[in-house]
């Protein structure tokens, strides 16, 4: 069972660079998601999804897109990175309201 | 807005010691509570998870944790600790719109 798989794993980008974080899942979840974690801020949820088509802000929703255009795949852009954008990126996915997420190994990104 | 606070950056317990996390929570209405484990270069883990029905909760690797809702807290406790169970943790609160909101984590370090 591969479960969230995320691409690519570790890339440095220069200021101004844009780049695309791919998530795949192949257990038909319905609700996808996309969190940061910085050191000592726990994670802090950027963009999510509750189905094909649809994507909602989060709570640091800022200089970040998204798109789901197909059920298993939720793409986080970023078309001008920031040096604050430098951390660690998770997605997760779950099924039901009350299941629990199951998140991918994370990328780690650092905008030089 | 729901929270979730970790009071504690850092918990140190000796191997075959009980251990305890402490979590509590802020949200409307009734919360769903979950804990996961990070370890290093790692996505984060389920471990047990609260939804209603008996205030103490069993999981994985040995884990429980207790639903206290007059204090509001949900503490993620061991009867005794192993040096594998050494890790990063964190509890997070879903509220019934589906927002999952995670603490800040608690480095849990056992030495032999």
């Known amino acids: 069972n591969a479960g969230v798989t995320q691409t690519p794993k570790f890339r440095v980008l220069k200021t101004g660079q844009s780049m695309t974080l791919l998530c795949a899942q192949d257990m038909n979840h319905e609700y996808m998601y996309w969190y940061r974690q910085d050191p000592g801020m726990g994670l802090r949820l950027i963009h999510y999804s509750v189905g094909e088509g649809t994507t909602a802000k989060g709570e640091v929703p800022d200089g970040y897109n998204v798109s789901r255009l197909k059920k298993q795949n939720f793409l986080l852009g970023l078309e001008s990175a920031a040096p604050s954008q430098t951390s660690v990126y998770f997605c997760?996915?779950?099924?039901?309201?009350?299941?629990?997420?199951?998140f991918g190994e994370g990328s780690r990104l650092t905008v030089l | 807005a729901q929270s979730v606070a970790q009071p504690e950056d850092q918990v140190n317990v000796a191997e075959g010691n009980p251990l305890t996390v402490k979590c509590t929570y802020s949200?409307?209405?009734?919360?769903?509570l979950f804990w996961y484990v990070q370890y290093p270069n790692r996505g984060l883990q389920f471990l047990l998870k609260?939804?209603?029905?008996?205030?103490l909760v069993k999981g994985s690797y040995g884990f429980e944790a207790e639903f206290n809702k007059s204090q509001t807290s949900f503490h993620l406790k061991k009867p005794s600790a192993l040096v594998s169970d050494s890790a990063l943790y964190f509890c997070a609160v879903r509220d019934g719109a589906g927002k999952s909101t995670f603490g800040d984590g608690t480095t849990l370090t056992v030495k032999p």
């Open positions: 997760a996915s779950r099924t039901t309201d009350t299941g629990e997420l199951f």
């Open positions: 609260y939804i209603t029905g008996d205030n």
């Open positions: 949200v409307s209405g009734n919360p769903y």
